[in-house]
């Protein structure tokens, strides 16, 4: 069993940055695979990044790369997201998912957090 805790939301001007946060509690291991996605109002939720436990491999929704990096801490248990140039269309709600399965597709994610709120003023 995983927990994720999602922080580091809230109000920014458009063209700032944010770093998410997202503390991961139980067991991961070489297969585990970690991810963000955000939902906006009215719309479906998106895939944003992923990033493997174990090893460098990363990977982005076309719409995030170059503006949005995605990391981790092992040591931590921890994984970040930096966004950089935030736009008004970034406005979203963003979670934390988790899973132990295939590194693509880009679905299966079985852990969840509860979201954290990044609205972008223009």
């Known amino acids: 069993q995983v927990q994720l805790v999602e922080s580091g939301g809230g109000l920014v001007q458009a063209g700032g940055s944010l770093r998410l946060s997202c503390a991961a509690s139980?067991?991961?291991?070489?297969?585990?695979?970690m991810a963000w996605f955000r939902q906006a109002p009215g719309k479906e939720r998106e895939f944003v990044a992923q990033i493997r436990w174990s090893g460098d491999s990363t990977y982005y929704g076309d719409s995030m790369k170059g503006r949005f990096t995605i990391s981790r801490d092992n040591a931590k248990n921890a994984m970040y997201l930096q966004m950089n140039n935030l736009k008004p269309e970034d406005t979203a709600v963003y979670y934390c998912a988790a899973k132990y399965s295939l590194w693509l597709p880009v679905t299966g994610y079985n852990y969840w957090g509860q979201g954290t709120q990044v609205t972008v003023s223009s």
């Open positions: 139980g067991r991961t291991g070489s297969n585990f695979v």
